[in-house]
């Protein structure tokens, strides 16, 4: 019990920290859905020329390059060509299928990975088993539900964290297939 409160705690530390993004260049750029600021912050990245590609991974099945852009407050135009969506992924583990499938046929060696906070270490826990080559840069987007005033003291941003730490105990167990339905099995 031990174990999983110091954990839990280590996980805490990351998940509340502000983000530090790397610097640089990677090939192509991933957006695992879930948030407006994730997907401005993957546009704004492509827009100053840190990829050549971006991928928004678990876009909703109905969801248009111009719909995301306008949710996400940002002009893609300019930037359609190399942009594109991905409409099969219902949950981390599915992105990092989705994300491996898109990297491999674009022959990308590096990818910036774009994602919340205290999504990160789950998210590149799943897309290390799928792209064990690859170099993965992880660019954390601080979530708004963690930004907001008081937000330490509301049972709501605990319940994410507390769900969000068992959903990567989980994904490290190799379990997390089993805990989610995947609607990219359906597909």
Known sequence: MLALA???????GDALAPPTPAEGETDGIVVLTGGSERVGTGFRL??????RRLLISGAHPG??????????????APLAGRVELGHAAASTRGNAVEIAAWARSEEMRSLRV?????????AMLE??????AAVLVPHPV???ALRAPGAVWRPRVWALLAGEY?????ARAGLSGLAWP??????
């Open 63 to 76: 969801a248009g390059l111009a719909e995301i852009a306008a949710a996400a407050a940002f002009d893609a």
């Open 142 to 144: 601080a979530s708004a």
């Open 166 to 170: 068992a959903r990567y105990l989980l």
């Open 6 to 12: 110091w954990g839990f705690a280590d996980f805490l």
């Open 127 to 132: 897309l290390r088993r799928t792209l064990p």
């Open 46 to 51: 492509l827009a100053e020329g840190r990829a």
């Open 182 to 187: 995947r609607r990219e099995a359906r597909d």
């Open 114 to 122: 774009v994602t919340a906070g205290y999504h990160m270490p789950r």
